[in-house]
């Protein structure tokens, strides 16, 4: 039986790392029409037995290490009422049962299980290649897309801090060039008109504003009620330290924080001084940035 598409119409946030994804997925999650899933990361392997013996996308596995922390959150919550020990286990069994199925597989199953709301992901590795937003593209053809943005500064500084990465701002600035260019590309050359580009900054600095458009573009309701409950973050079932590897499937200093609260938006796009980064890297960070919609580069930028 054909697969019905008004009923898989998902909403897929696509950025880098350290992009507020956290912040902002559970922000537009909230809406009552909506459904705000952790982190499943649910895209990048074939399979879901694949993705359980996963190495993490960056750095070192830490002790503890659970790729399918996120699956197993959201299996938990609405497959076995709630995120116990015992449901987590239950969760595993339920995924091991299943290695076969491709990540499309259980994302409609997940979607099945919140209908008739809508589902709101992001995982940043979707991004990482173009073949993993393809299978999205190719599976959900009423799915939305935002790409979601964050200046290039405040961008590379949590990723040092966040994955100790002091030491090699170029390669942090090339990272975020790469994934924003290639979903650009994505956007532009496979679903133009089911995907916007959003400032971090601008919803959170100016979330009355910005989570009105959002959901008017989604086609839901923007009223105040609406726009209110997408500020309580705190009612996500996902935002809140859990039982098992709860670091994983949202960030670490957002759950410690989990209020919504105004960010930094630099004024320019100068290079920090203490950045060894090469005059053309910086130049090209500047020109797909102003692409993003941030300001022009001061005349001391490189």
């Not at 099945?112 to 959900?140: C, F, H, Q, W």
């Not at 759950?255 to 105004?262: G, I, N, V």
Request: net charge negative.
């Amino acid at each position: 039986m054909a697969r019905d598409h008004n009923k898989y119409n998902p909403v897929f946030l696509l950025s880098p790392a350290r992009s507020h994804s956290s912040v902002v997925v559970s922000m537009i999650g909230g809406h009552p029409q909506l459904y705000g899933f952790p982190e499943l990361i649910l895209f990048d392997q074939e399979t879901i037995g694949e993705r359980i013996v996963a190495p993490p996308s960056i750095g070192k596995q830490p002790p503890g290490w659970n790729p399918v922390a996120g699956v197993e959150a959201a299996i938990a919550e609405l497959q076995y009422g709630g995120q116990t020990e015992n449901n987590f286990k239950e969760a595993r069994r339920w995924l091991e049962e299943r290695k076969t199925w491709t990540g499309i597989q259980v994302m409609d199953h997940l979607l099945e299980l919140i209908y008739p709301l809508r589902g709101v992901e992001k995982s940043p590795e979707t991004s990482y290649k173009m073949e993993n937003m393809m299978r999205i593209a190719d599976a959900y053809p009423k799915a939305q897309f935002i790409h979601l943005v964050r200046h290039p500064v405040t961008t590379q500084r949590s990723v040092q801090r966040y994955y100790f990465m002091y030491k090699y701002p170029t390669h942090c600035a090339k990272g975020w060039i790469n994934q924003h260019k290639r979903i650009l590309q994505f956007c532009q050359s496979n679903v133009r008109d089911r995907s916007i580009i959003m400032r971090s900054e601008d919803i959170l600095n100016e979330p009355y504003i910005y989570l009105r458009r959002i959901a008017d573009w989604l086609g839901i309701s923007s009223d105040n009620e609406s726009i209110e409950a997408m500020l309580d973050t705190n009612s996500s079932p996902y935002v809140r330290f859990g039982v098992q590897q709860s670091r994983i499937w949202y960030d670490p200093f957002f759950l410690e924080r989990p209020t919504p609260h105004r960010v930094e938006l630099p004024s320019s796009l100068d290079k920090p001084d203490e950045w060894d980064i090469a005059e053309d890297v910086w130049s090209e960070v500047v020109e797909l940035a102003e692409r993003l919609g941030y300001g022009s580069v001061s005349a001391n930028c490189c």
